[in-house]
């Protein structure tokens, strides 16, 4: 039981969680009549089996690492950014308008300039709920909610407005913006792998190294560990709640740069949220808000996503279990105090 | 067309696409009351419409007819409140940050819901249901010059029930002694324990009865303006339902009032292309106002909203 407690305790509480969200999944498969064992071999091997698969989860990780790492840094500034999903948007929109508008441009000046229009957007969405919260109190919750229809709406009508081609969608973006590899496709048995897993690593690493390693990093964990103490040793509590939320949206912008330069090559009418900017979320609360964590609870979330596709050819059981098992995953972690309780107990009964 | 003509296009289906979100609006206006966020109304409606849908379907199967829809509405209130505990044992009693617990609630619900049509429709979306809830003309009522078919011509008996039970929770929670418990818990939880409320139980009753109120909801949407079920039934009117809660201030018939303006936005957005003068706004301002005007209201431009003041915290006994 010493596992559950002190340094450790931020890496049991999350593995256990996942095994209990594991063996949740497969009592849910049990009553409704599917074998798990068959079931999650299927599922380990549509993530393992050959290169083909193992390059799309990769691809799959790679927005999934970007929105995460989005999530965690405003929860380690105190914050909740549930709007990363719509910042995810209009930075997807962002990417594709500069691949779309600039033409003749080196891949070195473009990819950059295309990324930064990404994180740019989010960082601009994100910023109305900082400031709100910063300047009128209101709870960043609910305003990142109501921002992520209002960029879901907004994103599609400028799409329809200026951007249409046939098919619902913008054009194809100039392939000077394309994070697209015919080496990394060809690699992988022709899997949509993109260079995007670089800017994934490499904005892991941003994030490690702003929160740690600088003075400003260090002012926006204090104020997300005791505002009113930070406010007390003179840091200014509300530029950095606006600071936070906005590189919060610019990570979330980036992610969907991944999706505009990478995967897709352009947006469509969106009929509904890609579903990425929650599942930052997830990943987020399962890595423990550390850019490492993010990065394993997204290989995590990505290969149970495309092992998913496996598991439904073989075993024929719907991909939705695996969200089942991501929601049960979350529930747990939320749930830490349970883990904790049950570990108290079985330690003053003196077992284990 | 006339003025008149205008107003008979708008306002029966205003009140028809409200009805869903009023019904779900109360319910968070219970949940939210009572000291316990609810980010989950929108898995809560999720499975509401999924339960309708099946239990419609089912209702047909074993001869209920006409009855069938009304039938699933109250399966679809009894497996909200089921759903519901599992937010309410996570954020009350393991004491799980709310927010995080409401949002694996609505995970889980769109997981859930398409996984079990899958498994028992072997499609992705129910079977289009026969029996729906239709309009119909209110006797009598109906007849009254001007009013008549404004309000009660071709509309929805769901509508009336929602609008009538607005009233009721407003009369439960401000008139009843059970509704001021409620109301205390969610204001000052130590003060409520110490009169000898049981805060953990009182906050229990209000997650589920925001449970029930939201399935009810999302079947509501689902046999009277959807139809079947799948995975685009329910995308953002949980959301809305908790816009139209704030936007109302957490009161029963503010949130009735807001949900009544957002299904008029809705059913602009839907109508408006028959309307003179209403063609040439862009849909996206109609589908984005009730997200901005609750972010308005929420800066206390629109008029100040507080919150209950001990919401999102989880009481522990003797903490201080």
């Known amino acids: 039981m010493k596992l559950l407690k002190g340094k450790w305790s931020g890496i049991t509480v999350p593995l256990l969680s996942v095994a209990l969200g594991l063996l949740v999944g497969g009592i849910i498969m049990l009553v409704s009549g599917y074998n798990p064992i068959v079931a999650y071999a299927a599922l380990f091997n549509g993530i393992f089996s050959n290169t083909y698969v193992m390059g799309e989860t990769v691809r799959q990780m790679t927005p999934l690492i970007l929105s995460g790492l989005a999530v965690a840094f405003a929860f380690r500034t105190g914050l909740f950014n549930i709007g990363v999903e719509g910042q995810l948007l209009v930075g997807w929109l962002a990417s594709v308008y500069i691949g779309l508008q600039f033409e003749g441009l080196s891949p070195i000046v473009h990819i950059p300039l295309a990324i930064l229009a990404a994180g740019l957007a989010g960082a601009l969405w994100a910023f109305v709920p900082g400031f709100l919260k910063a300047k009128y109190h209101v709870h960043e919750v609910i305003t990142t909610i109501m921002m992520n229809y209002v960029a879901l709406h907004v994103v599609n009508a400028i799409i329809r407005t200026y951007l249409l081609a046939p098919g619902e969608r913008t054009d194809q973006i100039n392939a000077s913006a394309s994070l697209q590899s015919p080496f990394l496709e060809s690699i992988t048995d022709f899997s949509r792998l993109h260079y995007g897993f670089v800017v994934a690593i490499i904005g892991a690493i941003i994030m490690w190294f702003l929160l740690w390693k600088t003075t400003t990093g260090y002012e926006l964990r204090s104020v997300g560990f005791n505002k009113y103490a930070s406010e007390y040793a003179g840091i200014n509590v509300q530029r950095n709640i606006v600071l936070s939320m906005v590189i919060s949206g610019a990570f979330a912008g980036a992610a969907g740069a991944m999706e505009g330069l990478g995967t897709y090559g352009y947006m469509t009418v969106m009929a509904d949220f890609t579903g990425v900017g929650f599942d930052g979320i997830a990943v987020a609360l399962l890595g423990a808000n550390g850019a490492l964590g993010v990065v394993l609870a997204s290989a995590l979330f990505g290969g149970l996503k495309i092992g998913a596709l496996n598991m439904q050819s073989v075993a024929q059981v719907p991909t939705q279990l695996v969200e089942i098992v991501i929601a049960m995953i979350i529930f747990f972690v939320a749930s830490s105090y349970l883990i904790h309780w049950i570990s108290n107990r079985v330690s003053k009964r003196g077992k284990i | ?320």
């Open chain 2, 1 to 320: 067309m006339d003025f008149m003509q205008i107003l008979q296009l708008i306002i029966p289906a205003a009140i028809f696409s409200a009805a869903p979100l009023i019904f779900t609006a109360l319910g968070g206006v219970f949940s939210e009351r009572s000291g316990v966020v609810n980010i989950g109304l929108e898995g809560l409606m999720l499975m509401g419409a999924f339960t309708g849908a099946l239990f419609t379907i089912l209702g047909e199967q074993w001869g209920m007819g006409a009855a069938s829809p009304w039938f699933s509405l109250v399966v679809a209130i009894i497996v909200g409140m089921l759903f519901s505990l599992l937010h309410a044992v996570a954020s009350i009693s393991l004491k799980a940050d709310q927010v995080v617990s409401g949002v694996a609630l609505n995970f889980l619900a769109a997981g859930l819901a398409i996984f079990l049509v899958k498994k028992i429709f072997d499609a992705g979306q129910t079977p289009i249901i026969q029996e729906r809830i239709y309009k119909t003309d209110v006797p009598f009522l109906s007849d009254i010059p001007f009013i008549g078919p404004l309000f009660f011509s071709s509309a929805y008996y769901t509508s009336y029930i929602a609008i009538v039970l607005a009233f009721v929770v407003w009369w439960v929670l401000y008139k009843t002694p059970f509704g001021l418990r409620l109301r205390s818990v969610g204001e000052h939880p130590m003060a409520a324990d110490t009169m000898g409320i049981n805060v953990t139980k009182m906050r229990y009753v209000a997650v589920m009865l925001s449970g029930g109120f939201a399935g009810l909801g999302g079947a509501v949407y689902a046999t009277s303006i959807a139809g079947n079920f799948s995975h685009a039934t329910i995308s953002g009117q949980g959301f809305m339902a908790l816009a139209a809660m704030i936007f109302g201030k957490w009161h029963p018939l503010g949130a009735m009032g807001a949900a009544l303006f957002f299904g008029l936005a809705q059913s602009l957005s839907i109508t408006g292309q028959q309307i003179p003068g209403l063609k040439e706004i862009p849909e996206v301002y109609l589908l984005i106002s009730p997200y901005v005007l609750t972010i308005l209201a929420l800066a206390g431009l629109v008029g100040r909203a507080d919150a209950p003041k001990a919401i999102g915290e989880p009481y522990e006994k003797g903490k201080r």
